[in-house]
Structure formats: C-alpha cells, structure tokens
C-alpha cells in the first residue's frame, strides 16, 4: 500500500507470492531426479522394457522442466509488466495489463 497500491492490488501480489516456487528449489529437485534417473539406468542395463520406461520418463521430465521454466519467465515479464504500468501511473495496471 506504501507503493500507491489499492488493497486489490495487493491482495492479488499475496496471493501470487504463495504459488511461486523458488527457481533454486526448482533446480535442486531436478538435479537430484536427474541423479536418480541415471542410476535407474545404470540398474536397469540388461532389461529393456524398463529401459524404455525411463527414457520415456526421461522425456516427460523434460517437458516438465521447460513447462516450469516458460512459467517462471511469464511470471517475472508479468511482475516487470505491473510495476512499469504502476510507475506509469496507470489508473487501473491490471486492466491495462489485459
């Protein structure tokens, strides 16, 4: 509120603040699944079908960590978006931001 901000407005910031998770918390779960996944294969050297299951989860975690990513990013250009519309002084950031 300090900012100029209505109680809207910041109760919307609040309410995105909980559903963001810390890209470094992001990147430790990854490295230590990608470990993991290694090691499954290295088990798994002489069976084939579960060969294949974990290149296909291999695949599928990839999806995920670019999903992830393109979110992360989409998050940082709509908080940059925001604050440049309230430093404009726009009467209404969320609708200008639409």
Known sequence: MALGLSEEQVQQVLDGF???????RLDDKIADRDTQLTELQTKAAGNKDLRTEI??????FEKTKTDFEAQFTQKDYDFALMKALRTAKAKNPTAEKN
Request: hydrophobic share 25%; aromatic share 0%; net charge neutral.
């Open 18 to 24: 909980g559903t963001i998770v810390p890209k470094s």
């Open 55 to 60: 290149t296909c989860l291999q695949q599928e």
